[in-house]
C-alpha cells in the first residue's frame, strides 16, 4: 500500500452550530489528551497503508478548539508532508497558536468566516465576529503562513444579493490565497432546518444566481475557479482536496473519519467513548469497478481540469453524452471530457445526465 492522503478528525467544538451534521464533541476538554492519545493509537496500526505523504488535513469539529499541548502533541507525530492543512475557526485563533502551528509544521489554514455579517452570523449560531476573521486573519500572516484560505457560506436565511456582494468584498478585502465559497446546505433532521426550513425553500430559487456573482466576482478579482466552490491564486490549490477530486486513495483517522483504500471504503464509529477505548466498529463499503468509475466522474468533473476518459467510458451513458454536448455543456475532445461554464453552474444536473 501506499496511501499518500491523510485526513485527522479532531471533533471538540465550543458549540454546535444548528446547521451542522458532522461528528462533533461540545467541549470535553478533560478527554482531548486521551483523544491525541487514541488518534496516534489507530495511525500507528494503520501506518503500513501509508507511502510518502502528499497532505495531511486536520478537520473537526474545530481542530484549533483542542487543547494547544494536544494539538502540538499531535502535529509533532505526525508523518512529514508536503502539505500539513488545519481548520481553525477565527475566535480561536490567538498569535501564540498561529506561531505554534507554524512551528510545528502546519503549511497551511482554513478559516471558517462563513460570513462578515453579524445579523447572517447570528443565524449560524456563529461565535466569531467580523474583526475576529480580521485579527485571527493577521496574526496568521504574520506568523508567516503564506497559505490561507477563507470559508464563506451563501444562501443564509435573510441573506440578500446586496450582503453577499460585501461578503465577497470583505474576504477580497484580506486577499486570501484561496476561497471556498458554498451554499448552505442544511441536513434533514437538523435544528436548522425545523428553524429556517420554510425560509431555505423560498430562498431556493435565488441560488443559482447567487453562484453566478461568487464566481464572477472572484474570478475577476485574478482567482482561478478550479473547483465548485473553490478558488484559488497563484496556483494555490486545496491539494488535499484535490487528491479527493481526483479519486485518490485516502486514510482518515479519528471518529467518524471515512477511508477508501483499494476496493474498501470504511467509516469509525461516530461514537467518542468506543474510540478512546480503542473499538473502531467500522463500517464497510466494498467498492466495485464500476462505482469507483462512477465516483471518479462525478468527482473529476467538478474540476476546470479536463477529465481523462481512460477507463471511465462504461460509466458514461452515450446518449446522455452526445445530448449535453448538442446543448453546450460538455466538451468531449479525443480522451477527455470538460465542463464548459455553464454546465459547470448546472453542476450535478448534468453530471447525473452524463452517469444515466
Not at 182 to 211: N, S, V
Request: aromatic share 8%; with cysteine; glycine share 8%.
Amino acid at each position: 500500500m501506499s496511501v499518500r492522503h491523510l485526513y485527522v478528525h479532531l471533533p471538540f467544538c465550543a458549540h454546535r452550530c444548528g446547521y451542522c451534521d458532522f461528528v462533533t464533541a461540545v467541549g470535553r476538554r478533560d478527554q482531548h489528551g486521551g483523544y491525541v492519545d487514541a488518534l496516534l493509537l489507530e495511525l500507528e496500526e494503520e501506518r503500513h497503508v501509508l507511502g510518502d505523504l502528499e497532505t495531511i488535513f486536520l478537520g473537526g469539529g474545530t481542530p484549533t478548539f483542542t487543547a494547544l499541548p494536544q494539538l502540538v502533541r499531535l502535529l509533532e507525530a505526525l508523518p512529514a508532508a508536503d502539505e500539513v492543512t488545519v481548520e481553525a475557526n477565527p475566535e480561536t485563533v490567538t498569535p501564540e497558536l498561529a506561531r505554534a502551528l507554524r512551528t510545528a509544521g502546519v503549511t497551511r489554514v482554513s478559516l471558517g468566516a462563513q460570513s462578515f455579517r453579524t445579523h447572517l452570523l447570528a443565524v449560524l449560531e456563529r461565535g466569531a465576529q467580523p474583526d475576529d476573521v480580521r485579527r485571527a486573519f493577521a496574526a496568521l500572516r504574520d506568523a508567516g503562513f503564506d497559505n490561507l484560505s477563507l470559508d464563506l457560506i451563501y444562501g443564509i436565511p435573510s441573506q440578500s444579493a446586496a450582503d453577499l456582494e460585501a461578503d465577497l468584498a470583505d474576504a477580497l478585502a484580506l486577499a486570501p490565497d484561496h476561497l471556498s465559497c458554498y451554499e448552505l446546505e442544511a441536513k434533514a433532521g437538523t435544528r436548522f432546518t425545523h428553524a429556517w426550513g420554510d425560509e431555505l425553500e423560498r430562498q431556493a430559487e435565488a441560488m443559482e444566481d447567487y453562484f453566478e456573482r461568487v464566481v464572477a466576482t472572484l474570478t475577476d478579482a485574478g482567482y482561478r475557479w478550479y473547483e465548485t466552490a473553490n478558488f484559488c491564486r497563484d496556483d494555490k490549490r486545496a491539494l488535499h482536496n484535490l487528491g479527493y477530486w481526483l479519486g485518490r486513495d485516502y486514510l482518515g483517522i479519528g471518529i467518524g473519519a471515512v477511508s477508501t483504500i483499494g476496493a474498501e471504503r470504511r467509516r469509525n464509529t461516530a461514537k467518542l467513548a468506543r474510540y478512546l477505548a480503542g473499538e473502531y466498529d467500522r463500517e464497510i463499503e466494498t467498492l466495485d469497478d464500476g462505482t469507483r468509475a462512477r465516483e471518479r466522474v462525478l468527482l473529476g468533473l467538478r474540476l476546470d481540469d479536463p477529465l481523462p476518459l481512460a477507463g471511465l467510458e462504461p460509466a458514461l451513458d452515450a446518449a446522455g453524452l452526445a445530448r449535453v454536448e448538442q446543448l453546450g455543456l460538455a466538451l468531449h475532445e479525443r480522451d477527455t471530457l470538460t465542463l464548459t461554464e455553464r454546465g459547470r453552474f448546472l453542476g450535478g444536473a448534468v453530471t447525473a445526465e452524463l452517469l444515466g
